[in-house]
């Protein structure tokens, strides 16, 4: 009898742990709780060989993102005049505490959690539709309609592109209502991009076959068009957007190479999106390292798809759809969307497998 492996646990706790209902607290032990696990797994149960040395390479990254982190906050507490506080301490080890739960993830995701990761999205999925339908906001089991939205939109790629469920396309087309009933705009964009990508693909093979190739220019800028269509209506420019970037730039030109630390929150009075986050908290020596780590999981991750184009295309519909919507939020400074972002890019790898 083969015990079901705890990082199913994560994976359904990342989806299900209600925060509305449970408040802050519980959300900001999940981290802790999570990296326990991990540490307790990597150091009692074995793991196949050929995942140490990404994982290595994972927990390098954070690990240097996390010394960058500390210096950080130690330069813009004694010379950028910052208040700090009991909650920047509570934030300070998140790299550290990230580099434990990709180490994690990294060695022990297997065909189990790549079969729970179906389950899990198909149940996140329709209990999302169910507290939009009902418009109940309490039932929600995310911090707000935007947090949905990225979930949704990456669930509905998901069973588009990599599920093996034989019912992923009714899953796919139960996904779109519940993007467009968030209201997020950067859901709406990404899920523009990713529709008129795969259409763009079936066309492209008709045409292929039927040999019409003097229609495939036309097919191409079509796509294109869609796709900046799609971007101006999601509304991923905005004039909040942009005035969110000029205050983000009069702070990080204060503070350039060193950034702001955990108190990056403070000096601002809203952070319009993930990447402005990254300069304000990292500068320029926590951005660049962040940089060679995203650059690092980007090539495993279109070398692993190699050979398989319905896998390469779908990765790619992933990187841009997460792009975008870094774009309009700082998604990944919530754990569980980070963490539901890792699982995603796993589960990729392990289908090309």
Known sequence: MTLPNPLCAVLWSALFLPERLLGGWPVRAFPALVCFLGAWTLLTKPSP???RQPAREAVLVF???????VTSYAYSSAFNGIRTGFRDLLDLPRYALAAVSAAY????FDVQVR??????????LYASLLAVAVGSRSLSLFADSDHVGYVMTLTFLYFLFFSC????FAHAAAALPVVFLTGSRAAWSASAFVLSLYLAALLYQRLRRSRAKDHAAALSAAFFVAWAGALVFGGWIKLGAAASAVEAMTYIRQSPLFGWGPAAYEPMSSLGNQYQRWLLRGGALGSATLLLGLVLV?????RAVHGHWRLRLGAVAFLGAVALMLGSGPFLEDFRLMSLTAFLVAGIHEDAR
């Open 115 to 124: 079969k729970s990761l179906d389950a899990a999205l198909a149940a996140v």
């Open 105 to 108: 993830l990294i060695r022990h």
């Open 63 to 69: 690990l240097w993102l996390q010394a960058f982190y």
């Open 165 to 168: 469920d034989r019912l992923r």
């Open 49 to 51: 060989w050929e995942t």
């Open 298 to 302: 980007v090539f495993r991750l279109l």
